[in-house]
């Protein structure tokens, strides 16, 4: 078993495969694709400020240490490069505002053969990561990393991977596969007033279903050496990490216990990629049927993330005796970077009317600090919006074909029924999508932004249900450039 000790600082860098790119989006070409990978602890040693609830929370101990894992991408034909990737999974929140930048200009010099434009990184968004932007909590000035100091300590960690994994990439095969577990439940109670709560209670008289669809695919992607040894993997399942949200302790959450599980029956230098799909109205925690659930939980004698885990990785097993019969060491890899322009969600009069106070409400009260910079964002989007000043929401997409399947980032909490659209459109076998390859802010369903409550009201959207389907059609025309019909 890999051991990540918080104080501290190891990666470990492992050998992989060669998949293959594209020339024209008319010619594709099998090649030599080769990869390398790499994975360090990003858990300070001291005691860090908690991201993901409105309040402080301040980690002073480590359940579980949080981590990043690089998996680099290029694939030949001969001596000459056709295209190329790094991929970085990180048990974070998100991938705040300037991470990537940090990053990218620190691997710049180091890697003159890569285009850093190529690199991407995503978070789990395990709400016991560090916090990396400033002012949205009070901290005290010493005794705890500040965020500006967490964020260069991150993007040291990242960049020194990113580098090791790109320079270990040698020859190998990669295969995928589809298994199926129950982790995620859309958390949005429905009423018969029409209206949507984000957990909310599902004993009420007043309460008619839960709101939107659930994906409980389990798609993988699977490494070999070229002497045939699994060395990596990427796991893509629909649902946050955030079974232990509310703790104020460092923690991967459900991720940590799938590695350790995994580890220990391939080999403890595994490195296992998180890929958090579709799934801003998803969640592990459960919505109804909880004193049975707890039951045979208890019965099995396992804690609530062993139990995710166990199913996480029972589905992982389906897929892997799938993968491991078809390895392609000569996959198509295309890697295609686009900036786009999502519509910004418009604020209302009737909305902004109640945002100020709401504000107003709120100013005295130092406790609630992260409140009211919550509601302030979309007070000062109206203004803009009144001034004439909005303009599109930039996202930057990354698609990227390997063999059969495909892969797609956004930067969102994206409502699982836009992933749903993405994979039933896409010209792909398999198709794997990645949120939180970004700041993240919730796009809502049509369905949702209608039933109103936390994550589908203007304070929890920069973009709304329009910018999600501009998001979908975009990604999708993406996806069918990779894969032309003549």
Request: include cysteine; charged fraction near 20%.
């Amino acid at each position: 078993m890999v051991s990540f000790a918080p104080q501290s600082y190891r990666y470990y860098a492992f050998v992989c495969i060669a998949v293959l790119n594209v020339l024209p989006a008319d010619r594709l070409t099998a090649s030599e694709l080769h990869l390398g990978g790499a994975t360090t602890s990003i858990t300070p040693d001291g005691p860090v400020a908690l991201s993901g609830q409105m309040h402080t929370r301040i980690a002073r101990s480590v359940d579980s240490p949080v981590t990043a894992t690089a998996l680099a991408l290029e694939s030949r034909e001969g001596d000459m490069v056709l295209d190329q990737a790094i991929m970085v999974s990180c048990d974070l929140v998100a991938i705040r505002e300037g991470i990537l930048e940090m990053v990218r200009q620190r691997i710049q010099d180091r890697l003159p053969g890569f285009d850093v434009s190529k690199l991407v990184m995503n978070a789990t968004h395990t709400h016991t990561a560090p916090v990396m932007r400033e002012g949205v909590y009070d901290l005290p000035a010493e005794g705890v990393m500040q965020p500006s100091e967490y964020a260069e300590f991150l993007a040291d960690r990242v960049a020194d991977i990113a580098v090791s994994a790109w320079q270990s990439r040698q020859p190998g095969s990669v295969g995928w596969g589809l298994g199926h577990a129950v982790v995620a439940h859309n958390r949005r109670s429905t009423y018969s007033d029409g209206t949507a709560q984000m957990y909310g209670a599902t004993n009420r008289a007043d309460f008619r279903g839960i709101e939107g669809y659930e994906d409980h695919g389990v798609e993988v992607l699977c490494f070999w050496d070229g002497q045939g040894k699994l060395i990596a993997t990427a796991i893509n399942i629909a649902c946050p990490s955030q079974e232990v949200e509310g703790g104020s302790a460092v923690n991967a959450d459900f991720w940590h216990t799938v590695r350790q599980s995994l580890r220990a029956k391939y080999g403890d230098e595994l490195l296992v990629l998180a890929w958090t799909g579709a799934a801003g109205d998803q969640s592990p925690h459960l919505m109804f049927r909880k004193d049975a659930e707890e039951r045979m939980r208890k019965l099995r004698g396992l804690t609530r993330l062993e139990e995710l885990s166990r199913r996480i990785v029972a589905a992982w097993e389906e897929a892997y005796a799938g993968a491991s019969q078809e390895r392609h060491a000569d996959a198509v890899l295309v890697h295609k970077v686009k900036t786009i322009d999502l519509p910004e969600r418009m604020v209302t009069r009737d909305e902004v009317f109640a945002l100020r106070a709401k504000v107003a409400d709120l100013s005295n009260d130092p406790t609630k600090k992260t409140w009211r910079f919550w509601h302030q964002s979309a007070i000062d989007r109206f203004e803009r919006q009144q001034a004439e000043e909005l303009r599109p929401f930039q996202m930057e997409l990354h698609v990227i074909r390997l063999g059969d399947i495909a892969i797609a980032t956004n930067q969102f909490e994206l409502f699982t029924d836009f992933g749903i659209e993405m994979k039933a459109r896409s010209p792909a076998l398999q198709t794997f999508i990645i949120q939180l390859a970004g700041p993240g802010t919730y796009i809502p369903s049509q369905r949702a932004a209608r039933g109103g409550g936390y994550s589908a009201i203007v304070e929890s959207n920069h973009v709304g249900p329009e910018g999600g389907q501009a998001l979908t059609d975009q990604t999708v025309e993406v996806l069918g450039s990779l894969w032309p019909t003549n």
